[in-house]
C-alpha cells in the first residue's frame, strides 16, 4: 500500500500499517464504521464544542452549494484543515460569536429569494437585534442565474450584512453564474491558503463565555435572564399549546445538569390584577410592604401574591369585612369544611363577587404568595453552553362551571423575544443519567415529559462512548405533535437514540405507551438484565398507570417485588406532574 | 440484451447516480418496506423514493408549511401523489365509484384527472398509501411505471363518431402498456404483501438499469389530436382507410421537457417515419423502447430522454437500427388530417348508434360539490366513462334512449353547462404545482382561474371573446402540461414570474416560440393586449392566433415552422 504522505507522517503510517495487518475482518469492519462515525461527530453543527474551526455552512434547494461546501470540506481535509459543514437551515447567527471562520456558500432562489431552507437562519440575520459579529472572518460563494434580475441576491444580501454586523471579510465575494464550478474552484484555491491549519487553530482564540461574576445562584438568589425565542411547537389549533422558549444565559452563571428544573418566577395576569383592584376600589399605587420591602400596592398583587388560591386567613378577613352570612358561617365552621369549601372557590370569586373595601395592606397579609414554577430544562449546557430551553404546555383546568387557565404556564406562553424572565436553577438529583456511561437507559414520557429527554440525548451526543438509548413517546398527532422530531431523527440517525417507539393516540387508539414496550418484551427484559435504568416523565396518571403495568408484567415473570427491588436501588427515576 | 456490451465506456460507476440507485434496487424493490414501516418520519428514507416513482408514488410535501414547521421541530409534512395506470382512460362506473370512494378515505383535494388520461390522488398519508394501493387492486387497476423512467401510461385519443375503432386502437393501447410496464414482483411484494416467486430474468425487456428516463407512447385518432402525438416518444396516427383501422403512421422523439439554465435543452416534435400495420404497433414500440434503452444517455440525465438520443445519434441511424431490429422496414406515411386538438364538444352519434358526450373539468380537479354531483351522476348511469388527455370526462356507449333521461339528470345535478362550457375554459391546460410539487417555481393550478378570468377580460376588450386560444400553463419548464404546443403558454420562474412562449398552433403541431422572459402578471397584459388588437383587426377567416402570429411574423422571426412531413400540408 503506498503511504499517502500528505496525511500521515512516514512513522505513523508504518506504525498504522502494521496494526492493520494484524487485524482481523470483523476488527478491521468496527475500526472503519468507528472511524466513519467520528467523522460524522466532527462535522456536527452549533452544538460542535471545537469553536475556532471554520465553518462551512450552506444554503440550497438543489444541493448544489451542499455539494460544494462538502467538496470544499474534502479539500481542506486535503490540506490538513479541519473543518465543519453545517447547513444554514441550522444555524442561529446568535451562535456564530463563537467561530474565527464562518464561510458561507448559498444559491439564491427564483427573484431573489434565499433558498427557502435557510429563511430562519435569513430572518434572523436581517432583524433589527441581530447579534454584533465583531469577531468573524467570513467569505461568500453566490449562486446565482444571471438570467434573473436580482443575479446572486441572496448570496450578495448576506455578503453585506455580515460586514454590517461587524464581520471581517477575508476574501471577496466570489458570483457564480449556472455554470458555476470553474469560478467555484477558484475561491476555494484562495480560500485554501487563508484558512488557518488544524495544528495551529486550537490555539488561536480564547475568549468564550469568560464568567464574570461567578456567584451560584439560587432561589434566594435568581437571575434575570433575556427570553430570546418562545416558538408554538403545536398546530395553531390545539387548544393546549405547547411551546419551546429560548433563554440566554449571557454572563450569568448557572449550573444545570440534564433532568435539572429551573424555577421560574411568573406574574400574574394584567386583567386579574386589574379587576381586583377594581372590585375593591384600592389605588394601584397604594405603598404597602412586603417582606420588609416597600412597593406598590399593583406590583405586590401582580407579583408576589396568589390570586388564585384563597387562603384561611383571607377568609377569615373577607367573612369579618363583608358581614355576609353564609361567609361568616363558613368561617366559623371546622378547619377541614373551610378548606372544603375553599377548594371551590378562587380568590377572584371572593373578592369580586362580594365586593368590600380592605385595608391594602391586610389584604396583601392574608394573600398566599405567589410560589416560583418548576420547568425541566430541556437543553444540555454541555451541547448548548449559553441557553436555558424550557418546553411548556398550556395548562388548563376545570373549576367549576368553567375553565381556567394556569396562571404560570399562560405567563411564559405570552413572553415575547426581549422581555425578561427571573429563574434559579432546581437541581433534580433523582432524576439524572446513570454514572457509568455503559449503563442503558429506557425513557418513558408523554407530552411535555420529553424536556428533560432532550437534554439527556444532547448530552449523550457529546460522549465518546454513548449508553443505549431507547426512547418511548406519547402524544395526540404524529404530523403535528411529534415533539422535537426534527432532533430525535437526527439522534436516531447518529445512533444516540438506539430505538424509539411511538404512540399518537390521536392517530390510532391501539397502542399505549407499555404496550409498545412490551411488545418489544425481549429487548425491555434484556436491557432490564444489562442493569438499564427507567425514567417515567409527564403526566402523572399515564405515567403511573404505565409503570404499574409494567411492574405488573416483570412481576409475573420474576416474581413478587422484583420490580420494587429495582426501585429500592434507584433504577427507576420518576418526574411526574 | 447486454448493456455493457453496447455502451462499454459507461461503467455503472461512471453512470448518473440514479442508474446506480436502479442497479442495486434489486429490481425497484430498495428498502421501500421498511420504509413504509418506519414510524419516525413520514417520509420513506434515503432514496427508495425515487424507486417508488417506478411503482407510481411520488413523495412530495407541504411547501407551504415547510417553514413554519421546520421553526416547530417538524419534518416537512410528507405526503405522496400516487398516480394510477389507466390506458387510454377508460373506466367503468363501478371503477368511478370506487375510485371516488377511496378519494374520500385516504386522499386530499378530491380527484384529479391528468393531462395523460389517467388519475392521481393527493395527499396521501404514508400509514395509508399501503390500503389504498389495495384498494385499488382491488378496483383492477394498477399504478405501476404511472412515473419512473419507464414506459409511463399509454395515452390513445378517441374519435367519437367512430365507436368500433375507438374501441380497436383503446384495445391495441391497453396490449401496448401490458407490454411495456416493469414485470418486477417488487410490486405486489411491496404493496399486496404477496411474496412472489423470483426468477432468474425477473425483466426481461429492461434489465437492472431500466430506462434512462420516462419514455412515454401514444395513440390519436384523426382527426383529433387530442394527445398531442408530436410530443410523445413514440407517437401512433390511426390511419383509417374505408372507415377501418389499416395501421398507423409513426412518429418518435417528441417531448416537452426542458430546462431553462441549459442551452443545449429544448421540447422537441415527434418526427414522421413511417407506417406500420395495426397488430405490429406494440411490438413496435417495444422495440424503439430497447433502442432507446440501450442508447440513451445515463450520464447526464437532463439529456436522457430519447429525444436528444435521436437527435445525437441522427434519423438514418435510427431508421437502420430499428430496421434491423424489428427485421422489417416500416411503409410510407399515409395522408391524414387534424382539425384541433381540444375535445370535441357537444352530443355525438357514433357510427353503432351510440351517443359520447364531454363533461368539461376545470383543471381536471373533482372535488367538493363536483365530488358529490357525479357520484350522484354516476349511481344511475349505464354507459362507460373516459378521461381525456384534456384532462375532461367523456360519457360513452349511451343508448338512444337513455340520452334525453341522462340529459335532464345532468340538468338537475346543475352538470349540463359543462357539456358546453365557455370556448376558452375548454382550452386552457395546467399543472398541479404548489405546494405539492417539488419542481414547482410558481404557482399554476391554484393561478389558473384568475389568469382565466384576466384573459377573458382581456379578449373582451378586443372583441375577440368567441375565439378560443390555447393556453398552457405549469409551475416550472419541465412541461406537464405540454406548455410548448400551446398557441400561449406560461412557465414558471418564481412565485409571481413567468416565461412567456407564443405562437404554438391550435392543432398542436408546431412549437411555440419564447417571447418574453421573467414576466408578471401586468406585463402579460401589456405585452398581448397589442398582439390581440392586431389580431381581431387583421385576421383571415377562421384564422387561429398562433397561425395569426406565425404569419404576420410578429414574433420576432424568432418561430420556427418545423416541417412535420404532413403529406396534407
Known amino acids: 500500500m503506498q503511504a499517502p504522505n500528505h496525511i500521515f507522517s512516514k512513522q505513523q503510517w508504518r506504525e498504522l500499517h502494521s496494526l492493520l495487518n494484524e487485524l482481523d475482518d470483523k476488527q478491521s469492519l468496527w475500526l472503519s464504521g468507528y472511524l466513519a462515525a467520528t467523522a460524522i461527530e466532527s462535522t456536527a453543527t452549533e452544538n460542535s464544542t471545537n469553536l475556532n474551526i471554520p465553518l462551512i455552512a450552506f444554503g440550497t434547494e438543489t444541493n448544489n452549494c451542499k455539494q460544494l461546501a462538502y467538496l470544499f470540506r474534502d479539500l481542506c481535509r486535503k490540506s490538513g484543515i479541519n473543518v465543519d459543514v453545517s447547513d444554514l437551515s441550522y444555524i442561529k447567527p446568535r451562535a456564530l460569536y463563537k467561530r474565527d471562520h464562518f464561510v458561507v456558500i448559498t444559491s439564491t432562489h427564483g427573484d431573489g429569494a434565499p433558498p427557502e431552507p435557510i429563511t430562519p437562519f435569513y430572518e434572523a440575520l436581517f432583524s433589527n437585534d441581530a447579534p454584533k459579529l465583531n469577531n468573524i472572518k467570513f467569505s461568500v460563494l453566490a449562486l446565482g442565474d444571471s438570467s434573473y434580475e436580482k443575479f446572486c441576491a441572496t448570496g450578495i444580501q448576506i455578503d453585506h450584512r455580515l460586514e454590517e454586523l461587524g464581520g471581517h471579510r477575508f476574501l471577496p465575494r466570489q458570483d457564480c453564474d449556472v455554470d458555476y464550478e470553474e469560478s467555484a474552484k477558484k475561491w476555494m484555491a484562495s480560500l485554501l491558503t487563508l484558512l488557518p491549519r488544524s495544528s495551529k487553530n486550537a490555539s488561536d482564540k480564547l475568549h468564550l463565555n469568560l464568567p464574570i461574576t461567578p456567584s451560584e445562584c439560587n432561589k434566594s438568589n435568581p437571575v434575570t435572564l433575556e427570553v430570546l425565542s418562545n416558538l408554538n411547537l403545536s398546530s395553531k389549533s390545539r387548544k393546549d399549546p405547547i411551546h419551546h422558549l429560548e433563554l440566554a444565559i449571557g454572563s450569568n452563571t448557572i449550573s444545570v445538569e440534564p433532568g435539572d428544573a429551573v424555577g421560574v418566577y411568573v406574574a400574574n395576569p394584567p386583567e386579574l390584577v386589574a379587576a381586583l383592584l377594581d372590585a375593591t376600589g384600592l389605588s394601584a399605587e397604594h405603598p404597602v410592604t412586603l417582606d420588609g420591602h416597600a412597593l406598590q400596592l399593583v406590583e405586590a398583587l401582580r407579583e408576589h401574591r396568589d390570586l388564585t388560591i384563597p387562603s384561611l386567613a383571607l377568609l377569615e378577613y373577607w367573612s369579618n369585612l363583608t358581614n355576609d352570612t353564609e361567609l361568616t358561617t363558613i368561617a366559623n365552621s371546622t378547619k377541614p369544611d373551610q378548606r372544603r369549601y375553599l377548594r371551590t372557590i378562587q380568590v377572584s370569586d371572593l373578592i369580586i363577587k362580594q365586593p368590600a373595601h380592605p385595608d391594602p395592606q391586610s389584604l396583601i397579609n392574608t394573600l398566599r404568595p405567589l410560589q416560583p414554577r418548576l420547568y425541566d430544562v430541556s437543553n444540555s449546557l454541555s451541547a448548548i453552553d449559553d441557553e436555558i430551553h424550557l418546553t411548556v404546555k398550556m395548562y388548563r383546568y376545570p373549576f367549576g362551571k368553567r375553565r381556567e387557565e394556569g396562571i404560570a404556564s399562560r405567563f411564559l406562553l405570552e413572553l415575547q423575544p426581549g422581555d425578561s424572565i427571573t429563574i434559579y436553577p432546581h437541581q433534580n438529583t433523582r432524576f439524572h443519567l446513570p454514572k457509568d456511561n455503559t449503563t442503558p437507559v429506557i425513557l418513558f414520557a408523554e407530552g411535555t415529559g420529553i424536556a428533560p429527554y432532550r437534554a439527556f440525548i444532547q448530552k449523550l451526543s457529546t460522549l465518546e462512548q454513548a449508553p443505549q438509548c431507547w426512547l418511548l413517546f406519547k402524544e395526540q398527532h404524529f404530523e403535528e405533535d411529534f415533539l422535537y422530531q426534527i432532533d430525535i431523527q437526527r439522534a436516531h440517525i447518529n445512533n444516540v437514540i438506539t430505538h424509539i417507539d411511538t404512540v399518537f393516540y390521536g392517530d390510532s387508539c391501539e397502542a399505549t405507551l407499555h404496550s409498545i414496550a412490551l411488545k418489544n418484551e425481549q429487548r425491555l427484559m434484556s436491557w432490564i438484565d444489562k442493569g438499564a435504568h427507567l425514567y417515567f416523565c409527564g403526566k402523572r396518571a399515564t405515567l403511573e398507570h404505565c409503570e404499574s403495568q409494567l411492574k405488573r408484567h416483570y412481576d409475573f415473570c420474576l416474581g413478587e417485588g422484583k420490580w420494587t427491588s429495582l426501585s429500592k436501588s434507584k433504577r427507576i427515576h420518576r418526574n411526574l406532574y | ?569
Not at chain 2, 110 to 139: D, V
Not at chain 2, 154 to 178: D, F, H, R, Y
Not at chain 2, 348 to 359: F, K, P, Y
Not at chain 2, 382 to 403: F, M, P, S, V, W
Request: hydrophobic letters at 35%; a neutral charge.
Open chain 2, 1 to 569: 440484451m447486454d448493456l455493457n456490451t453496447k455502451l462499454p465506456s459507461q461503467l455503472i460507476d461512471n453512470l448518473h447516480e440514479n442508474e446506480k440507485l436502479k442497479a442495486t434496487s434489486r429490481h425497484l424493490r430498495g428498502n421501500i418496506s421498511n420504509g413504509l414501516d418506519n414510524p419516525l418520519t413520514g417520509a420513506v428514507p434515503g432514496d427508495d423514493h425515487l424507486l417508488m416513482k417506478f411503482h407510481g408514488v411520488y413523495q412530495q410535501d407541504d411547501r407551504d408549511l415547510r417553514n413554519e414547521r421546520r421553526q416547530r421541530y417538524l419534518e416537512n409534512l410528507f405526503q405522496f401523489m400516487v398516480r394510477l395506470r389507466i390506458p387510454g382512460g377508460v373506466l367503468t362506473k363501478d371503477q368511478w365509484h370506487g375510485l371516488d370512494i377511496l378519494s374520500r378515505r385516504f386522499a386530499e383535494r378530491g380527484i384529479r384527472i391528468t393531462t395523460r388520461q389517467t388519475i392521481q390522488f393527493h395527499g396521501i398519508r404514508k400509514r395509508k398509501l399501503r390500503a389504498l394501493m389495495q384498494g385499488i387492486h382491488n378496483l383492477g387497476l394498477d399504478t405501476i411505471a404511472a412515473c419512473g423512467d419507464d414506459n409511463r401510461g399509454v395515452v390513445c385519443g378517441a374519435n367519437p363518431s367512430l365507436s368500433a375503432l375507438n374501441k380497436q386502437v383503446n384495445e391495441l393501447a391497453k396490449e401496448t402498456s401490458n407490454r411495456l410496464i416493469p414485470k418486477t414482483g417488487a410490486y405486489s411484494e411491496i404493496w399486496y404483501q404477496k411474496p412472489t416467486v423470483k426468477t432468474d430474468n425477473e425483466e426481461p425487456i429492461y434489465g437492472d438499469l431500466y430506462l434512462p428516463r420516462k419514455f412515454k407512447v401514444g395513440y390519436a385518432i384523426p382527426p383529433i389530436n387530442d394527445i398531442d402525438v408530436y410530443g410523445q416518444d413514440v407517437g401512433y396516427i390511426a390511419i383509417i382507410e374505408n372507415g377501418a383501422l389499416t395501421g398507423f403512421n409513426v412518429c418518435v422523439g417528441g417531448g416537452m421537457g426542458q430546462l431553462d439554465a441549459r442551452t443545449d435543452s429544448y421540447p422537441r416534435l415527434a418526427d414522421l417515419i413511417g407506417f406500420i400495420e395495426a397488430d405490429k404497433a406494440p411490438r413496435l414500440a417495444e422495440t424503439i423502447m430497447t433502442i432507446q434503452r440501450d442508447f440513451g444517455d445515463r450520464i447526464d440525465r437532463h439529456r436522457a430522454r430519447f429525444k436528444y438520443t435521436l437527435d445525437r445519434l441522427g434519423l438514418d441511424w435510427f431508421n437502420n437500427e430499428l430496421t434491423a431490429r424489428f427485421g422489417e422496414t416500416l411503409g410510407l406515411p399515409r395522408p391524414f388530417k387534424f382539425e384541433q386538438n381540444g375535445d370535441k364538444l357537444g352530443w355525438h352519434q357514433a357510427d353503432d348508434g351510440l351517443w359520447h358526450t364531454t363533461i368539461y373539468i376545470e383543471n381536471g380537479r373533482i372535488d367538493g360539490a363536483l365530488r358529490d354531483q357525479l357520484s350522484g351522476f354516476f349511481q344511475f348511469y349505464g354507459g362507460r366513462i373516459r378521461l381525456t388527455t384534456n384532462q375532461n370526462l367523456q360519457l360513452t356507449h349511451i343508448a338512444d334512449y337513455e340520452k334525453s333521461q341522462i340529459q335532464s339528470r345532468l340538468d338537475d345535478l346543475d352538470l349540463l353547462w359543462r357539456l358546453t362550457p365557455h370556448h376558452q375554459a375548454n382550452h386552457l391546460l395546467s399543472c398541479v404545482a404548489l405546494p405539492t410539487c417539488g419542481l414547482a417555481m410558481a404557482e399554476a393550478e391554484r393561478y389558473m382561474p384568475r389568469l382565466l378570468d384576466l384573459f377573458e377580460r382581456l379578449k373582451a376588450r378586443h372583441g375577440v371573446n368567441d375565439i378560443p386560444i390555447t393556453i398552457r400553463l405549469t409551475g416550472c419548464p419541465n412541461g406537464c402540461a405540454r406548455p410548448y404546443l400551446g398557441e400561449i403558454a406560461l412557465t414558471g420562474r418564481a412565485p409571481g414570474l413567468y416565461n412567456l412562449y407564443l405562437g404554438g398552433s391550435f392543432h398542436g403541431d408546431r412549437l411555440a416560440t419564447l417571447y418574453a422572459s421573467n414576466i408578471d402578471e401586468e406585463t402579460f397584459s401589456i405585452l398581448l393586449s397589442p398582439l390581440l388588437e392586431h389580431y381581431s383587426n387583421e385576421r383571415l377567416t377562421n384564422e387561429h392566433f398562433g397561425d395569426f402570429l406565425v404569419r404576420q411574423k410578429l414574433l420576432d422571426s424568432q418561430c420556427t415552422s418545423v416541417n412535420l412531413g404532413n403529406p396534407n400540408v
